[in-house]
């Protein structure tokens, strides 16, 4: 595995699971990573995690969000429906840390008896018919029959599969994210207030916590590291004063930090030979699907290994089985992002669109719920 965030810790276990000899390759040492303060996972992410065996340990380290409410900026409630599962579904989203959720992870892989070497970046590597070497940055080299590229929406691997893949690009919007003591009774709620700026979304952890993210829609790519906690308050204020948001970055009492939110172009290419994108690498997704994607993709990548007859036609298996569920998202993707950007006119068209699909979302996203990998290994297996 070549990166050890969700993507390569899930690919890992399941790996472990069936029997595999694997070795994680990790570039930093530290789980905390700059991707998303605290990342929500959805019913379909949550039931993958169980085929890990880490369900109730991502639980007790997270709490449960049952349902989300999206209101104007002025208040006005749009809609409230269930997050990320069907309405009589008794599995609840899970909201945690992401530092967290790869640290367990990561433990769980070392547990099942996976190697994680970390402080190890890809810089490149040598596919034969029969196996595959990875070249890191500190001269280490290692052979395997296959290579995962679980490294991430800027992945090394993905490059080194076809040089002509595209590449992340600045999507248009960065994020920040914080904690605030602003009282509110609204627990267990996922709140989404369309702002003038983009989207603000804060969530009640308890009657005094509340965990937040502010979506800033800005086309030019903003450096992000000169800006330090005071100066951002400041700047938040300015770019959500309507009420909800005021209110809630008025009681912040700590910062997460920044990150630039990443697109990229439908990636055609997912494996060579000896060689797969796994996660943020092969699909960023957004949604708050990414990290329930990379799981399910292990699971997969895990069970097309089992029945296939080469390492080769698994990738192909793997391809067929998960471009379909992975396509439709991005389309699903594509129109939740652009439903926070700004502009008046807009704005409120966007708001009478948001009125008339809220009470079909369960219609809309029940798919993605629906998916179970477990049964698409079986599937493959049949
Ligand atoms: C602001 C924000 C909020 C988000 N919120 C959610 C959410 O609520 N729910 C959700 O499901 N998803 C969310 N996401 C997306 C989610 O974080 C990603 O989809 C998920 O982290 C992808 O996991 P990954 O393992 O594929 O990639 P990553 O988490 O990026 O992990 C890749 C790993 O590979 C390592 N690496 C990179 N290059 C190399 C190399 N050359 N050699 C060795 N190691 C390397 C990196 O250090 C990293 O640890 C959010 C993302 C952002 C930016």
Same mark, same amino acid.
């Given at each position: 595995m070549i990166g050890g965030g969700i993507a390569g810790a899930a690919a890992a276990l399941? !790996?472990?699971?069936?029997?595999?000899?694997?070795?994680?390759?990790?570039?930093?040492?530290?789980?905390?990573?700059?991707v998303g303060a605290y990342i929500s996972l959805a019913v379909n992410g949550m039931r993958a995690l169980e085929k890990l065996g880490c369900l109730a340990e991502v639980q007790s380290a997270g709490f449960g969000v049952p349902r989300m409410r999206f209101s104007t900026a002025g208040g006005r409630r749009l809609g409230d429906v269930p997050r990320h599962r069907r309405e009589a579904d008794p599995m609840h989203s899970v909201t945690l840390m992401r530092g967290r959720l790869v640290s367990i992870m990561r433990r769980a892989a070392r547990a099942a008896g996976a190697q994680v070497i970390t402080g190890? &970046? %890809? %810089?490149?590597?040598?596919?034969?018919?029969?196996?595959?070497?990875?070249e890191f940055s500190s001269g280490r080299r290692d052979t395997a029959e296959l290579l995962v590229g679980a490294d991430g929406v800027h992945s090394t691997v993905r490059k080194l599969i076809d040089p002509s893949a595209p590449r992340a690009r600045y999507s248009g919007f960065y994020a920040v994210a914080g904690v605030s003591s602003t009282p509110s009774a609204d627990g267990g709620v996922w709140n989404l207030t369309y702002g003038r700026?983009?989207? $603000? @979304?804060? @969530?009640? +952890?308890?009657?005094?916590?509340?965990?937040?993210?502010?979506?800033?829609?800005?086309?030019? #790519?903003?450096? +992000?590291?000169? @800006?330090?906690?005071?100066?951002?308050?400041?700047? +938040? *204020?300015?770019?959500?004063?309507?009420t909800v948001p005021s209110e809630v970055l008025a009681g912040t009492? *700590? %910062? $997460?930090? =920044?990150?630039?939110?990443?697109?990229?172009?439908?990636? #055609?290419?997912?494996? =060579?030979t000896r060689?797969?994108?796994t996660g943020d690498a092969a699909h960023p997704v957004g949604v708050a699907q990414g990290a329930a994607m990379a799981v399910e993709d292990a699971l997969v990548v895990a069970a097309a290994l089992r029945v296939a007859p080469t390492?080769?036609?698994a !990738?192909?298996?793997?391809?067929?089985? #998960?471009?379909? &569920? @992975?396509?439709?998202l991005l389309k699903h993707a594509d129109d939740s992002r652009d439903s926070k950007r700004p502009g008046p006119v807009k704005r409120r068209l966007d708001v009478v669109k948001m009125r008339l699909m809220l009470? $079909?979302?369960? #219609?809309?996203?029940?798919? !993605?719920?629906d998916y179970d990998a477990a049964v698409s290994g079986e599937r493959i297996s049949a």
């Open positions: 399941a !790996l472990r699971q069936e029997g595999h000899d694997v070795t994680v390759y990790e570039a930093h040492e530290d789980p905390e990573g700059d190890e &970046r %890809l %810089l490149g590597m040598t596919e034969t018919v029969d196996d595959v070497t990875a700026n983009g989207a $603000f @979304i804060n @969530i009640t +952890l308890d009657e005094r916590t509340q965990w937040w993210t502010a979506q800033v829609a800005d086309p030019v #790519r903003p450096d +992000l590291r000169s @800006i330090d906690d005071d100066a951002w308050k400041q700047r +938040l *204020r300015q770019l959500y004063p309507e009492t *700590r %910062l $997460f930090g =920044s990150t630039l939110m990443h697109v990229c172009d439908p990636i #055609r290419t997912w494996h =060579s060689a797969v994108l390492i080769h036609a !990738l192909e298996i793997y391809d067929v089985e #998960r471009r379909p &569920r @992975i396509s439709k009470p $079909f979302y369960e #219609r809309a996203t029940g798919y !993605l719920y």
